[in-house]
């Protein structure tokens, strides 16, 4: 019987052979132990296991079980769990990188889990085209956020290629994109929330949300920004990520 797809899943299936080895090549997994999320039929899952050394994969729909049992039973280094991967609170540490079409409804929760993981090293992912420009973007930018400043603070992030919706299964209402990280630095808990202070209030300048959040003296911040040759009105859409972190020690360390 037909799988029957689950809008609550998030449930958009990639068929195109080419596309999902070219996905795997631009992992970059060959002999590494490789978690994936939402492995769904198991497309992406047949060609990453061959070039993975192992292969564990998160899937929360059961009724999948028939079809990846049987992929399982034929691969001693392949794996399922029928878990929520957003659930998961500890994994094997030699799992170094995660490769996953990821359901548009929690690109940002699974992005998040991600980012404190600090044994991952590398993550290829398909995402909404939009969520992949606003992790890329650059400051004075629309799509410039908090989360853009962190996922760049901790990893090299690049746009590998732009899918269109006509490849998927039901056909989704926008384009996907490849997008890869690559770790650059073990992610700093605190430094993160002082950036989400920093965006609080879009609107309102980083002097002012972190004099209303933090309740640190305006001065202090004006001096930070005024070293960094930022006006004192400025807001964070302007701020470059490495600056957020210079400006965390100069206001608060």
């Known amino acids: 019987m037909a799988h029957q797809f689950k809008k609550r899943f998030g449930q958009n299936f990639l068929r195109d052979?080419?596309?999902?080895?070219?996905?795997?090549?631009?992992?970059?997994?060959?002999?590494?132990?490789?978690?994936?999320?939402?492995?769904?039929?198991?497309?992406?899952?047949?060609?990453?296991i061959k070039d993975a050394d192992e292969l564990v994969a998160y899937e929360i729909d059961k009724s999948l079980k028939p079809t990846l049992n049987l992929m399982e039973q034929a691969d001693s280094n392949l794996s399922f769990i029928y878990e929520d991967f957003l659930s998961i609170s500890t994994f094997d540490r030699k799992y170094t990188h995660i490769i996953g079409n990821i359901p548009y409804n929690i690109t940002s929760p699974i992005l998040f889990k991600v980012l404190e993981m600090d044994h991952i090293k590398r993550a290829t992912f398909m995402v909404q085209k939009e969520f992949a420009e606003r992790l890329t973007a650059s400051p004075k930018t629309k799509a410039y956020n908090a989360l853009s400043v962190m996922m760049q603070l901790s990893f090299d992030i690049s746009y590998e290629f732009t899918v269109t919706k006509k490849v998927f299964y039901p056909i989704p209402k926008v384009d996907s994109a490849?997008?890869?990280?690559?770790?650059?630095?073990?992610?700093?808990?605190?430094?993160?929330?002082?950036?989400?202070?920093?965006?609080?209030?879009k609107r309102k300048t980083i002097m002012n949300n972190l004099s209303e959040s933090r309740n640190i003296p305006k001065e202090t911040v004006s001096n930070a920004l005024k070293s960094l040759a930022y006006a004192e009105s400025a807001r964070s859409e302007e701020i470059k990520p490495e600056d957020f972190e210079k400006i965390y020690n100069k206001t608060l360390t």
Do not use: Y
Request: proline share 4%; aromatic share 4%; net charge positive.
């Open 17 to 48: 052979q080419n596309l999902l080895k070219k996905i795997v090549q631009t992992a970059q997994i060959k002999d590494k132990c490789v978690i994936e999320i939402g492995p769904g039929e198991g497309g992406l899952t047949k060609h990453a």
């Open 178 to 201: 490849v997008i890869s990280l690559q770790r650059k630095s073990l992610p700093n808990h605190e430094l993160n929330v002082f950036v989400k202070d920093c965006f609080k209030q």
